[in-house]
């Protein structure tokens, strides 16, 4: 036998070449070279904004007066708050914040012009969606410059008697659900969806190109079933798992982190159910889609990352333009992160709910319709 001695470069450049062959036929994995950094790129450099403006805000008015409309501007031109409904009763707003249709309250008492003219030093309740601390924390401190704006304003003339060394009235803030915001509260909820995104997409995602580099494939083609009874058989197993690490995770979050829990058990193990199947559909979809193991891993990755970023987990969701927000609409974290602080923090109803369950339910179906569809029922 020949013996192969020193280094020889014709051998190692014949070496080089195979590989970017190898590179070159391997679409996904040169994909995902170019698109990784590119999205990394744009999804920190435009999503990542922990000051968000325009959080959708209510109005609770009980006085119509040019010092109230004063107010209102004020808040307005601060840029943290955008007014998108003006509601009956203090009832009303406090299902408005648990349904999560607005971040902040605005109450505004009886006869309040009338209590400020006669040096009654009336008081403005401003109530705050505080489950995520970072959002809310520039805006409350905004609104509390609201006295000194109105005084420069509007207590002239006449009234400029008013507009002494304190302010004529005072802005009152309670922070709803997490009163001492501690952000532990907010993250350990959301890191629920993030290991089962993770898990979940990973373990189904290697499931079908594990039978292809197995060789079990040929077995696997050879039985008489549908492709969806092979999906859905692949995917039951590991509704169990994800099961089993919600139930690990939510017992360290109650002991470890004395994490308060104001919901129904059953209804947050309704919404890790659904949550762990619409993830293991994007799994097995990606699993259909590549052509092996590296390139299943590689898939996932790409599905990974938007998840942390652009679903509300690490940022505040209202903070990210409009078009990010587009694109986390369509992800199940996003709306997970919804109801399971809102299990967590607010103990909220399933009609609360509803509105965060039907779109994981609606991907969920599309996802498994696509994953059928690309399923290949030959080995070419």
């Known amino acids: ?28 994995t040169f994909a995902m070279i170019v698109a990784i950094p590119v999205l990394q790129l744009v999804l920190f450099g435009y999503v990542i904004n922990t000051d968000p403006k325009n959080m959708p805000t209510a109005i609770i008015s009980n006085d119509s007066s ?8 004020a808040m307005e031109q601060s840029g943290y708050f955008k007014f998108v409904a003006n509601l009956p009763n203090e009832e009303a707003g406090k299902a408005a914040l648990s349904r999560g249709k607005v971040l902040f309250v605005v109450n505004i008492p009886t006869n309040f012009t009338k209590r400020v003219i006669r040096g009654e030093y009336p008081s403005i309740l401003v109530e705050a969606d505080a489950t995520d601390p970072t959002a809310t924390a520039m805006a409350l401190a905004a609104v509390m410059q609201l006295p000194s704006s109105v005084v420069t304003r509007d207590l002239t003339g006449s009234l400029a008697f008013l507009a002494g060394k304190s302010a004529p009235f005072e802005v009152r803030v309670h922070r709803l659900y997490n009163p001492e915001a501690i952000n532990q509260y907010n993250i350990v909820p959301g890191l629920m969806g993030v290991i089962l995104t993770m898990m979940m997409v990973l373990m189904t995602g290697l499931a079908i ?53 104001f919901g129904n058990i059953l ?46 987990f690490m940022f505040p969701f209202l903070g990210m333009p409009k078009w990010a927000q587009y694109i986390g609409s369509i992800l199940p974290l996003t709306y997970f992160n919804r109801l399971v602080r809102g299990i967590f923090l607010k103990g909220s ?24 569809k690309f399923y290949k029922k030959t080995l070419d």
Not at 6 to 24: A, N
Not at 355 to 372: L, Q, Y
């Open 267 to 312: 209804l947050l193990y309704f919404v890790v159910l659904l949550f762990v199947a619409a993830n293991l559909t994007v799994g097995i979809m990606l699993s259909s889609i590549a052509g092996n193991q590296l390139q299943a891993m590689q898939l996932t990755m790409f599905y990974f990352l938007p998840n942390i970023l652009i679903s509300g």
């Open 209 to 261: 190109t594990r039978e292809r580099e197995r060789g079990t494939m040929e077995n696997l083609l050879a039985m008489p079933v549908r492709p969806l009874e092979i999906m859905t058989g692949k995917i039951v197993p590991y509704i169990a798992i994800g099961l089993i690490q919600a139930t690990i995770i939510l017992l360290v979050a109650l002991l470890l982190f004395r994490l308060p829990f």
């Open 349 to 372: 109803s399933f009609s609360d709910l509803w509105p965060n369950i039907w779109p994981m339910m609606v991907f969920t179906a599309i996802v498994m319709t696509i994953a059928v």
């Open 66 to 73: 040019v010092m109230t409309r004063t107010i209102i501007s």
């Open 1 to 28: 036998m020949k013996r192969f001695t020193g280094f020889s470069f014709s051998r190692w450049w014949s070496i080089v070449i195979k590989e970017f062959l190898q590179l070159k036929r391997d679409r996904i």
